[in-house]
């Protein structure tokens, strides 16, 4: 059973940075893809950002794009997201979600089997 398990979420003042990581145990891991989620108060869950575990691709939200960077580490088995120019509206429990496979598209959270716990992102000031 694989386990995922995130960090690096706290407050931030807006305009600052900050960078999740989500590491994974267990038995051998290799998915196709991870992502990371978001859900806001009031607010459904939505994707931020993927990335194929290759590297290859990467899929980004609209409302992220230019500002988050995602990225892996296939050694360490660990996926990270790096948040810059950080808005109250990022303010959210952060995700991160492994794909089995390909899939139709990143939005489709049942597409995922394997998600952590999440990780509290505020910011405000």
């Known amino acids: 059973q694989v386990q995922l398990v995130e960090s690096g979420g706290g407050l931030v003042q807006p305009g600052g940075s900050l960078r999740l990581s989500c590491a994974a145990s267990?038995?051998?891991?290799?998915?196709?893809?991870m992502g990371w989620f978001r859900q806001a108060p009031g607010k459904e869950r939505e994707i931020a950002a993927g990335i194929t575990w290759s590297g290859t691709t990467t899929y980004y939200a609209d409302s992220v794009l230019g500002r988050f960077t995602i990225s892996r580490d296939n050694a360490k088995n660990t996926v990270y997201l790096q948040m810059n120019s950080l808005k109250p509206d990022d303010t959210a429990i952060y995700y991160c979600?492994?794909?089995?496979?390909?899939?139709?598209?990143?939005?489709?959270?049942?597409?995922?089997?394997?998600w952590g716990q999440g990780t509290q992102v505020t910011v405000s000031s």
């Open positions: 979600a492994a794909r089995p496979a390909r899939g139709t598209s990143w939005r489709r959270e049942n597409e995922f089997d394997t």
């Open positions: 267990g038995r051998t891991f290799s998915p196709w893809g």
